[in-house]
């Protein structure tokens, strides 16, 4: 199966896959040295060369291998920039022959007397042209471009979806290789693998975070089971305790009433001397402290101050109305007081 038999969004996922993979494996290559790529089996000198002049005009070369690479879409093709002589400013500098050792140095002093541009602003190159025959002087060409005028090279390359591996001074025609303003591991690539560096070591150190997270969570997940596995039978266990001391309380608290409360009998022999002789009880019904006596007396009066003089009982009070009785000579009551609360035994 190819990708063109995949239906169109298969087929464009699978194209976008295929360039990530190879726009990443040639940001990989940058960052070796160029020694190394030879050995890999790669080309030290990339063959396609990229020229670009004022305007942001491109020029592509007539090379087969970059027309190739840009008809088939194919992307991370390694390519170098030439810049036009244009973007570039040369000038020839006299110094002593001494100088040649800390050439490089010398001229980086030298820049901003000859551009209005600060040092770091400006990437150079020199070539030696000419040294004097008596040996104490020499002639050297500067080649000075813009850091802006590289960067946006180095845009227009990778937006195009290569690879900027080198830029030289364009339509070199002195001897040697042309003059190189900028190379792969250069200061500024430093600083974007540096970055992207940083960036993949975020990510991983936020995936071992987040793996101790997950196995923290699963450590404070396996100690509560365990503990909650340990106090489930200790919690039924105190919970049926609770239950066995309420039904003591309750036992207690009831034994408890009924040891404040006055005895039957008590009550009992308590309303024998409570009614006089002369009287009689027809109903007795003691609920709690509660006590309810009905009967005939000849005075059913006299009944209110003998409870309320009782050492036992309180608070009496007629229920209904006193009547005469049938036979004439009495008096019906029916009378209600309580039991005083804590009774003496």
């Known amino acids: 199966m190819t990708i063109a038999s995949l239906s169109p969004p298969a087929a464009g996922l699978g194209r976008l896959l295929r360039h990530a993979v190879a726009w990443w494996l040639a940001e990989l290559t940058q960052m070796l040295p160029r020694r190394w790529v030879g050995l890999l089996g790669g080309n030290e000198t990339p063959d396609a060369v990229l020229k670009i002049g004022a305007g942001d005009a491109i020029l592509w070369s007539s090379e087969a291998a970059l027309q190739s690479a840009i008809r088939s879409g194919r992307r991370g093709d390694a390519v170098t920039i030439g810049l036009d002589r244009t973007l570039i ?11 040649e050792r800390s050439l490089r140095q010398i001229l980086q ?12 602003e400006t990437r150079f190159e020199y070539r030696v042209e000419h040294r004097a025959a008596d040996g104490k002087t020499m002639t050297v060409r500067l080649f000075i471009a813009k850091l802006a005028t590289i960067e946006r090279a ?39 693998s540096l970055r992207r560096s ?27 089971e365990a503990r909650l ?32 409360e006055a005895a039957p009998l008590r009550v009992v022999d308590a309303l024998t001397k409570l009614v006089p002789t002369d009287s009689w009880v027809t109903r007795l019904e003691v609920r709690g402290r509660a006590v309810e006596i009905t009967g005939y007396s000849p005075r059913a009066s006299d009944l209110v101050s003998r409870v309320e003089s009782s050492a036992l009982f309180e608070k009496p009070q007629f229920r209904s109305p006193i009547t005469l009785a049938p036979d004439g000579k009495s008096e019906r009551f029916d009378l209600t007081f309580e039991i005083r609360p804590g009774p003496a035994p």
Do not use: N
């Open 109 to 120: 002093h030298q820049i901003e007397r000859l551009v209005p541009l600060d040092a770091a």
């Open 229 to 260: 596995a340990t106090a489930t039978p200790a919690a039924a266990a105190i919970r049926s305790l609770g239950e066995e001391i309420g039904r003591i309380d309750a036992a207690a608290a009831f034994f408890e009433r009924r040891r404040k």
């Open 89 to 99: 400013f040369e000038t020839g500098i006299d110094l002593p022959l001494s100088a």
């Open 198 to 224: 940083l960036e993949i070591g975020a990510l991983v150190l936020a995936a071992v975070a987040y793996g101790l997270y997950v196995h923290r969570l699963d450590q404070i997940r396996d100690g509560l």
């Open 154 to 192: 180095l845009r227009v390359a990778r937006d195009a979806g290569l690879t900027p591996r080198l830029i030289v001074v364009g339509d070199w025609q002195g001897e040697g290789a042309p003059p190189v303003l900028w190379q792969a591991g250069g200061p500024a690539d430093t600083r974007r």
